[in-house]
């Protein structure tokens, strides 16, 4: 089972480590069932600080290095069993992230490298983005993303939830957005010709698209 965010009393085991690792990390692969993940720039050696709450069995969790791309695993924990792992890794700011989980939290700042995002529930959240393209993908749950450098595109679906994009107004953007059931509010300077793309699709929940 795994847990949502609010959910963590119920986790009475903690183990935590920190690890450096030895080579150039081109792209961050994050995969888990329950995985809250924030990611920073920082110089030196990448350092991933873990820590996984549990109750029962320890979940296992697994790092490697394949070809520049850092892989961070956590599978789950055993059936009937809770758990939830943390990471927050320290990086280069070109760094690729790429995550698929299925339920938690992701959190950047100050990155530059692309962003592909899937989750299945929870929230995202970048801050003083810089990255070129983004990818964004939740089934419920918030995206909130604001820009310090305009992007040359910007993706975001999601089934329930809000989701906000601010954008640098110093340049227009080709917006698009679709919402069957939400209000939409879109401020920023708008070019349909515009190589800045800008496309926002929910289901249910209101779009916002504004100056930063």
């Known amino acids: 089972m795994a ?17 450096e690792v030895q080579g150039d990390v081109h792209t ?24 996984v709450r549990y109750n029962g069995s320890a979940p296992a969790t697994s790092h490697r290095l394949t070809g520049g791309t850092l892989r961070l695993e956590s599978p789950g924990c055993t059936v009937g069993e809770a758990c939830r792992v943390r990471y927050r890794v320290t990086l280069p700011a070109d760094t690729r992230v790429v995550v698929e989980i299925d339920a938690g939290t992701v959190e950047t700042t100050g990155l530059t490298g ?38 040359e595109r910007v993706a975001v679906t999601t089934g329930t939830g809000a989701v906000s994009v601010k954008l640098p107004a110093s340049d227009d953007y080709a917006v698009r957005t679709h919402t069957t059931v939400g209000e939409t509010d879109v401020s920023v300077p708008r070019g349909p010709a515009s190589p800045r793309a800008v496309d926002v699709r929910v289901d249910v929940g209101p779009i916002t698209v504004a100056s930063a």
């Not at 847990?3 to 690890?19: H, I, S």
């Not at 329950?34 to 030196?44: F, S, Y």
């Not at 929870?122 to 990255?131: D, E, H, K, N």
């Open 114 to 151: 692309d962003l592909d995002l899937s989750l299945d529930a929870g929230q995202v959240t970048a801050r003083q983005a810089a990255s070129s393209r983004a990818d964004v993908r939740v089934e419920v749950g918030d995206v909130d993303l604001r820009y310090r450098q305009a992007p």
């Open 3 to 19: 847990l949502t965010g609010g959910c963590d009393w119920l986790l009475t085991e903690k183990a935590t480590q920190r690890y």
């Open 28 to 51: 961050l692969s994050v995969t888990g069932a329950a995985v809250d993940l924030d990611v920073v720039p920082g110089r030196g050696p990448v350092v991933v600080d873990e820590v």
